[in-house]
């Protein structure tokens, strides 16, 4: 389900895109207010509640927040947010079953916290959209696996004729926080907006076992690397820390004629395609 943002939040968006388009170089002081913005706050809202999902550790579900009134809610965590009392709960971690016969993990994060990491994307996707490369198709607008396949065809069909599959394995569990980090801060300079995505990438995971016993861990923050599946922020990291290697990586490995010649199609995070012309590796 696709929702158009308010006239003020879609002008926001454009203005920050537009900024970072025009400006490559130009780093984001001032964001965290836009953040708890009452109207970027209320569109989170309802994109999350558009999306579904099932509660976090609280219990607290979508018919909770409207029984009690989704305004009074709110505006308690815009509150949090500005007066810098907000803290994310442990995300809670489900395994759904893949078609090989393993299980993916699956974080579940609290409303609340899935509710300001939307509001964050809001704020920062446009920025970084900017600097994405074309070639990047996975958690985008307006884009899709579909779109990536289309154009591996579009290749194939004029002469490029080998094509590689790579698998990236456990993508989401491998990201190191201090190399995201870096990425994230080369556009964002604001500390408050940067203090909340690193409290994200550490925030304790909580599971609980067939006896129901329930287990928390802080893998995350131990290994200084992570983010979890299902959290609204990490499609939109995930992408900021792939860029550096489908942007730098291709030449660094591959002859001038794969450089010229080819084109990298990444379908999702965890997976790239590309296409070259049929000629000899070296």
């Not at 509660?55 to 947010?81: H, K, M, N, T, Y």
């Not at 556009?187 to 287990?215: C, N, Q, Y």
């Not at 900021?240 to 004629?257: E, L, Q």
Request: glycine content about 6%; proline content about 7%; aromatic content about 8%.
């Amino acid at each position: 389900m696709s929702l158009s943002p308010p006239m003020k939040v879609g002008k926001l968006q454009t203005t920050l895109h537009t900024k970072a388009k025009n400006s490559p170089d130009y780093r984001f002081y001032a964001l965290y207010d836009k953040i708890y913005r009452r109207d970027v706050l209320g569109f989170a809202y309802a994109r999350s509640r558009a999306n579904g999902g099932a509660p976090g550790v609280d219990g607290q579900s979508f018919a909770d927040i409207e029984a009690c009134g989704v305004d009074r809610w709110l505006d308690d965590l815009a509150e949090e947010l500005r007066n810098g009392t907000y803290q994310s709960l442990p995300v809670r971690r489900v395994y759904i079953p893949k078609s090989d016969g393993k299980q993916r993990p699956l974080g579940i994060p609290c409303i609340k916290d899935r509710v300001v990491q939307m509001a964050a994307v809001l704020v920062l996707e446009p920025i970084f959209e900017a600097d994405l490369e074309p070639e990047q198709h996975a958690y985008r607008p307006e884009r899709s696996a579909l779109d990536a396949v289309r154009q591996v065809e579009r290749l194939v069909r004029k002469g490029h004729t080998e094509v590689v599959d790579a698998d990236l394995s456990g993508y989401f569990d491998r990201i190191p926080h201090a190399e995201l980090m870096k990425s994230v801060s080369r556009r964002i300079s604001d500390g408050r907006v940067l203090r909340l995505i690193k409290m994200w990438l550490e925030t304790p995971v909580e599971e609980t076992d067939a006896k129901g016993h329930r287990r928390r861990t802080t893998r995350n923050k131990d290994l200084a690397m992570g983010t979890p599946q299902g959290s609204p922020i990490s499609p939109l990291l995930s992408n900021v820390y792939m860029r550096r290697f489908v942007k730098y990586g291709r030449p660094a490995v591959t002859s001038d004629a794969w450089s010229r010649e080819s084109s990298t199609t990444r379908t999702t995070s965890s997976s790239a395609v590309a296409a070259r012309p049929n000629k000899p590796w070296s």
